[in-house]
Nanobody
């Protein structure tokens, strides 16, 4: 019923930029938190950045100052602008949203993931 569709991944050289997008669709009543996580083989999924419905943001220390999370509330979309990319940013990036539908119970939803590869 609820879908998160990501786009914007790809291959970029070190120092380059990418912008990820994630659009939430379905019978959404309210979105409480949207965020981005990433995962590399053999490692746990880690938080990259989140944005709460009041606009407050938080970032992992490793991306602070280089990545910016933002939302377009009218489109139920979250973005991740990634600048000064490093090889260690290479990972599958997943969108997450905590939202409610008609029953107004907050639940966590995940996108399918998009690959980001930083390499020369």
């Amino acid at each position: 019923q609820v879908q998160l569709v990501e786009s914007g991944g790809g291959l970029v050289q070190p120092g380059g930029s990418l912008r990820l997008s994630c659009a939430a669709s379905g019978s959404i009543f309210s979105i409480y938190v949207m965020g981005w996580y990433r995962q590399t083989p053999g490692k746990q999924r880690e938080l990259v950045a989140t944005v709460i419905s009041d606009g407050r943001t938080s970032y992992a220390g490793s991306v602070k100052g280089r990545f910016t999370i933002s939302t377009d509330n009218a489109k139920n979309t979250v973005y991740l602008q990634m600048n000064s990319l490093k090889p260690e940013d290479t990972a599958v990036y997943y969108c997450n949203a905590v939202l409610s539908v008609s029953d107004r119970t907050p639940r966590s939803y995940w996108g399918q993931g998009t690959q980001v590869t930083v390499s020369s």
